[in-house]
């Protein structure tokens, strides 16, 4: 029966970190589910910022291209033209086929100048592609156009701009058919490529980049992250443990047994340490109190008796 007490004690001393440990345990909960949602988040929107800048990078290189044909290729294949007809003029096909060069090593990433009405056969838009230049005709203002799209197993990131006819001598080719060099004609006929007007949007430039890597680099950062969490979160509750029981449990339940002894009329043969100004010193301040006074209290008793 005498140990009873010391159960007693102890287990306060337990359930006092139980409460602790579960406090601390659901506080981490709330803040991990926000947190790892919001880093989640974050991870997905880098990742399309990658995936962006790695589209506007191709873009901006066939625009060079494009710029470069005109500048420096054109002008000298031009008197050429009567004789036979040399894509290698046309901006968009220097374009095209400098990226499809690219392709060979890279073939998930892709350029295309989609046309609702080309020229040639293989520059017809898509109807994913058509919906895009659509877009661009409803709205003259909208200047790039981007998201996300399932092709078979792959995960692409697309990002397209208007192919808008800003340039008269474009309309020597496409707009109409008796005005065209007789070699272009000659080679992809009268059908397609021709009735489109300055200022008209025909068509979109569309780079398409693979989503996949970026999406599980983005995975392996917030698993990273995750288990980080995880990690510091246990190592501070070990802490945390550590310095409850050393300042509190320890002190606590030195105090609560020195208590019931007294109870018990054992009065013990030295006081409790008193250092610090905490609530914990108070406290020992306060028992050794308690305990001069209770010895003072029996002393006066028996010189009374």
Same mark, same amino acid.
């Given at each position: ?37 919001? +880093?989640?988040?974050?991870? *997905?929107?880098?990742?399309? *910022?990658?995936?962006?800048?790695? +589209? ?10 494009? +710029? ?30 400098? %990226? ?64 808008? %006819? ?26 397609? @490529?021709? @009735?489109?007007?300055?200022?008209? %949007? ?27 969490? @995880? ?26 047994? +020195? ?9 013990? *043969? ?27 209290? %029996? ?7």
């Amino acid at each position: 029966m005498q140990q009873w007490p010391t159960v007693v004690i102890t287990g306060a001393a337990m359930r006092l970190r139980a409460k602790f440990n579960l406090t601390l345990i659901a506080i981490f909960a709330v803040a991990a589910v926000a947190a790892l949602y919001l +880093a989640r988040a974050q991870f *997905e929107r880098d990742a399309r *910022e990658d995936v962006t800048r790695q +589209a506007g990078l191709i873009m901006e290189a066939a625009l060079a291209i494009r +710029a470069y044909t005109v500048a420096h290729t054109k002008p000298h294949l031009d008197p050429m033209l009567p004789q036979k007809w040399l894509p290698q003029t046309v901006p968009a096909f220097a374009a095209t086929e400098t %990226i499809e060069l690219l392709r060979k090593k890279y073939p998930n990433y892709s350029y295309r100048e989609a046309v609702l009405n080309p020229t040639n056969p293989r520059d017809r838009a898509l109807p994913w592609e058509a919906d895009l230049v659509a877009r661009f005709r409803s709205d003259a203002g909208t200047a790039e156009l981007y998201g996300e799209r399932q092709d078979r197993d792959a995960r692409l990131w697309y990002v397209a701009r208007p192919i808008k %006819i800003s340039n008269a001598q474009c309309l020597v080719c496409h707009s109409d058919p008796a005005i065209a060099p007789a070699t272009m004609i000659a080679t992809y006929g009268s059908a397609g @490529g021709f @009735g489109w007007k300055f200022n008209e %949007i025909v068509g979109a430039q569309v780079v398409t980049v693979p989503m996949d890597v970026p999406l599980l680099q983005a995975r392996q950062a917030f698993n990273t992250f995750a288990l980080t969490m @995880g990690g510091l979160f246990v190592a501070v509750l070990a802490t945390l443990n550590l310095m409850l029981d050393r300042l509190i449990v320890r002190p606590l339940a030195q105090v609560a047994r +020195a208590t019931n002894d007294l109870s018990l009329g054992k009065l013990g *043969e030295t006081e409790m340490e008193e250092r610090g100004n905490d609530e914990v010193a108070d406290l020992r301040r306060a028992f050794n109190r308690m305990r001069r006074s209770m010895i003072a209290a %029996i002393a006066l008793a028996k010189r009374a008796r």
